[in-house]
């Protein structure tokens, strides 16, 4: 391996360095100013460089320029004792790996090295293809093949169709993909969010009005109808339409015509209606809040659209295609994400869906400090509760393997008792992670297991849990059964009898 190049004027941080690096086994190579280590780059090039920003001569921001005009996909390291806003954006802007700040706890400082280092490693291996047309959809999941296939049999129809979906779904993608595969593709598509626009505006937004309509009223405007002549109209959030705007819609729908606000000449309809909501329509038919009839007339086809935790093997697909499509829109590198990161995101909920984790890829392309994500580069709020270490030793576990190979997992039921066996405590020295996210994992084990028709299955869930904790308990005291019999909460003589038992005397 190449050496790690430490570039600082303070011979004190340069010896510190290079201790702590050569105790991991990492050849160094340091210099005093910006000056000797652009006449060293001539012949010869560092694995890693690590530099001060400020320095008598030229500056770290400069040898960092020069780097990146020389060697772009070198990671830097930029150090300065100056914590400053200007600093940090300008090492950042400049392209630097990531900005450490002095006085610096020197094992941050090699673990941050030992990441740049495996950065640079992967950089010399192919990266992921960025997708150049990318598809309009994604989805590998049943539930959305059916979309799809739904879809493509309403290619040839300008049936009015009714898209259910939670909040994030994506049901405007939908509705854009209706109208692009259908007869009246070449027409306008116009969409308009019901529950966005007050209600004393909604009516002259769909209809449009005459001049002088209304105070105000000072020209005549067409309505979202006119605008989408001989193409599709697409109502979002159809549930929240108000009462007496759902009967004009209904004459619209049934006779194919409207009037403006405020005038008397009837005007032909030729518009395919696509309508969404997050809503049980039935339900707010049955309160009274929703016209049974309208219901009636847009629930002629209808879309279910599944919640992203019902499509879960979609998660790295989408994962992906994010982070192209942010890295392309901000004209930057794609990052990649390891294996651990993308089966630890499969099993998080996601209440926002694909909404919220395209906007977890816009966050991680700006914020995560290398190429390749892990677990601890993902938000705080999404390992809360989780260390980066605990966090992949259950997603290596083949219950979550399971979701990246294409298995969903079960969010729904009764929690299996299975847990039950081991203390509290014990569950949480096991996992380290969120009850949701661990259960999740169990639950999808019990799924296959089941599927496979294994016998004892509580046994053999039993065996598997007790051998985790306990192994993970002797690993954290080194082996001193003892101890690791005292921070578990059990007698001496149970973890020798679990260990001979278990056949962990290894």
């Not at 890829?361 to 290398?370: F, G």
């Amino acid at each position: 391996m190449k050496p790690i190049w430490i570039v600082d004027d303070d011979q004190s941080i340069r010896w510190v360095l290079e201790k702590a690096l050569a105790r991991e086994n990492f050849p160094t190579r340091s210099f005093a100013n910006v000056r000797e280590a652009l006449a060293a780059l001539e012949h010869e090039s560092p694995q890693v460089l690590v530099s001060d920003i400020r320095m008598p001569g030229a500056s770290g921001l400069e040898l960092l320029q020069a780097i990146r005009e020389r060697l772009p996909d070198l990671p830097v390291i930029i150090m300065t004792a100056y914590s400053d806003l200007d600093s940090a954006v300008a090492a950042f802007q400049g392209g630097a790996f990531e900005y450490l700040a002095k006085p610096f706890d020197v094992d941050k400082a090699v673990e941050l090295i030992h990441r740049a280092v495996d950065e640079s490693l992967r950089g010399s291996q192919a990266g992921e293809a960025v997708l150049a047309d990318a598809p309009e959809m994604l989805g590998q999941a049943p539930a959305m093949q059916d979309m799809f296939r739904a879809i493509g049999r309403l290619s040839h129809s300008a049936a009015t169709v009714l898209i259910t979906g939670e909040s994030g779904t994506g049901k405007e993608l939908v509705a854009r993909a209706l109208h692009r595969h259908s007869p009246r593709a070449n027409g306008p598509f116009i969409a308009l969010n019901t529950a966005a626009i007050p209600k004393d505006l909604l009516e002259s937004e769909l209809f449009g009005h005459e001049r002088g309509a209304f105070t105000g009223a000072q020209a005549m405007r067409q309505g979202r109808f006119e605008q989408a002549e001989s193409g599709t109209l697409f109502l979002d959030e159809i549930g929240d339409m108000p009462f007496d705007l759902q009967t004009r819609l209904l004459r619209v729908l049934s006779d194919g015509q409207f009037y403006r606000v405020g005038g008397h000449s009837p005007l032909r309809a030729n518009v395919r209606v696509i309508a969404a909501t997050h809503q049980n329509l039935e339900s707010r038919v049955r309160q009274g809040l929703f016209r049974e009839d309208l219901y009636h007339r847009l629930n002629v086809i209808r879309l279910r659209l599944p919640p992203l935790r019902e499509r879960r093997e979609d998660i790295p697909l989408l994962t992906r295609h994010f982070l192209q499509k942010s890295a392309r829109d901000l004209g930057v590198e794609p990052k990649r994400v390891s294996d651990a990161a993308l089966a630890y995101l499969a099993t998080l909920p996601f209440p926002g869906n694909v909404r919220q984790l395209e906007n977890l890829a816009n966050w991680l392309t700006v914020m995560a400090p290398a190429q390749t994500i892990e677990i601890k580069d993902l938000p705080p709020d999404l390992v809360s509760g989780s260390t980066p270490e605990t966090a992949a030793e259950i997603i290596a576990s083949p219950a979550a393997t399971a979701v990246t190979a294409g298995t969903p997992l079960p969010v729904d039921g009764e929690r299996n008792g299975a847990a039950s066996i081991v203390p509290a405590s014990l569950a949480g020295v096991a996992t380290g992670l969120p009850v949701s996210v661990w259960e999740s994992g169990l639950r999808a084990e019990v799924a296959r297991m089941l599927r496979e028709n294994t016998v004892d299955v509580m046994d053999e869930l039993a065996r598997r849990f007790e051998a985790a904790v306990i192994r993970e308990a002797l690993d954290f005291t080194r082996g001193r059964k003892v101890e690791a019999a005292e921070r578990l909460g059990i007698g001496r003589n149970t973890i020798t009898r679990k260990i001979q038992e278990l056949h962990l005397e290894s």
